[in-house]
């Protein structure tokens, strides 16, 4: 695909995130990388698209990492103060660069940090103090928000300031899902390690059916805490979390601007959808039927005409995206002719047109229809395979007969459902 499809391919994605806020989780294997600098650009880009964006960084790296119930004295704490000290300046840094001929040229981007997070001490565990192991206690959200409103990004270090004034290292993972939760956020995106492995390739899941995933992995493997955030997030009622290798160039953008993206995404709304068609699905339904308009596959409808027969559709709809549709006219009491089937040239290999059948069939049932035409020029044979056999034209219903078009001279089918 050549990069203007590719371009306009993104545009419903575009229009769909600009507005919503997300928490960004930068990771440790992110910030240790060369591949920090193109991140910034790509969050540069996606803030000058509309979308507000919290970021969230690691403190340390992965062979020192500090557990939540490890107990932080003075020197850890300092240790751990100078290199979160160093990851903001370096992230404030790469948010300020503007040379000429590059992805930063212009955008004059402004990072905001600052008391934001409340945070309280963890207290006593197994009988040991944690002393400044803490826990989130509350988030100013309003005082983030009024940021993001100014179109500035805001960081937010894995620290928190208690009433007393001191300060308390918070673990990352616990901070972005509170931050999510308390911001009311729209979606949490993971840059960190690679969770295809863990997740055998899905690109998409449950909360469901990642916990079952989960407990059938070692604790130590690699994106197995960010697959676990994940799920803390999904329960925390955040739509959707999104689970990224950092390491891989573009991959924030790739993730949100394709339809199938490079990660893991776990959705608490339904994904990928098979339902009734609503008035505002006109505009991509002709979408998906011109190019079988175009090679006389279908007859052309015009949108006043679907309009006026949109509640027949059934659509198929992947993040957004109208992929696939399907019409059910009925005839009789117990007749029905099944039409427009169609199903978006990415994913006529993955099963759609098997599932659209399916929720017709589906639907007929549920309205006492027994028997289904269908009316075909070139894909009889992909009926036939599906259960439907060849009927003369004098088999259709009268009412039908009347309107068959013998010019297109089209073989009819019949399926008992």
């Known amino acids: 695909m050549d990069f203007v499809s590719h371009f306009r391919n993104s545009a419903p994605y575009i229009h769909a995130y600009r507005g919503k806020t997300s928490i960004i989780w930068l990771r440790d294997r992110v910030l240790d990388s060369e591949r920090l600098r193109s991140i910034i650009s790509d969050l540069t880009l996606l803030n000058s698209l509309g979308l507000k964006l ?8 992965t062979d020192t990492r500090v557990n939540e119930r490890q107990i932080i004295d003075e020197a850890i704490l300092q240790s751990l103060i100078s290199e979160i000290g160093h990851h903001r300046y370096t992230i ?3 948010f300020s660069q503007g040379i000429a001929n590059s992805p930063m040229h212009g955008a004059k981007m402004r990072v905001v940090s600052g008391n934001f997070v409340m945070a309280r001490p963890a207290g006593v565990f197994d ?11 509350r988030i100013d959200h309003l005082a983030i928000r009024a940021q993001l409103e100014k179109q500035a990004i805001v960081l937010i270090p894995p620290l928190g300031y208690s009433v007393t004034g001191d300060i308390l290292y918070l673990p990352p993972e616990q901070l972005v899902v509170e931050l999510a939760r308390q911001m009311g956020a729209d979606k949490v995106i993971i840059a960190g390690e690679n969770p295809l492995p863990i997740t055998k390739g899905q690109k998409e899941m449950s909360v469901h ?5 989960l ?5 130590d493997q690699d994106a197995y805490l960010e697959l676990s955030v994940a799920s803390a997030v999904a329960a925390a009622g955040i739509a959707r979390c999104h689970v990224v290798d950092g390491s891989a160039d573009g991959s924030l953008l790739s993730e949100l601007f394709t339809r199938d993206g490079v990660g893991t995404l776990i959705a608490l709304d339904q994904y990928d959808t ?3 068609a609503r008035i505002d699905d006109i505009q991509g339904i002709l979408a998906l039927l011109k190019p079988l ?3 006389n596959i279908l007859v052309k409808r015009d949108p006043e005409k679907l309009q006026a027969e949109i509640d027949h559709f059934i659509v198929n709809e992947r993040d957004g995206m109208i992929i696939g549709c399907a019409a059910l006219y009925a005839l009789t009491a117990t007749q029905a002719e099944l039409a427009c089937v169609a199903v978006h040239a990415d994913y006529q290999k993955n099963g759609r047109g098997d599932a659209l059948l399916h929720s017709i069939e589906k639907q007929a049932r549920q309205d006492k229809l027994s028997e289904l035409f269908v009316l075909t020029t070139q894909t009889e044979h992909w009926f036939v395979e599906r259960g439907f056999k060849p009927v003369s034209v004098s088999a259709l219903p009268e009412m039908r007969q009347q309107l068959y078009n013998f010019q297109r001279n089209s073989k009819v089918y019949l399926k008992t459902i």
Not at 54 to 61: L, N, T
Not at 215 to 219: A, I, R
């Open 127 to 137: 009988g040991q103090d944690l002393k400044a192991q803490g826990r989130v206690r």
């Open 293 to 295: 308009e175009d090679r």
């Open 209 to 213: 059916e990642l916990n079952s995933i």
């Open 274 to 276: 098979f339902r009734r």
């Open 215 to 219: 407990s059938q992995e070692s604790s």
């Open 92 to 94: 404030e840094a790469l």
């Open 54 to 61: 919290v970021i969230v960084f690691d403190a340390e790296r």
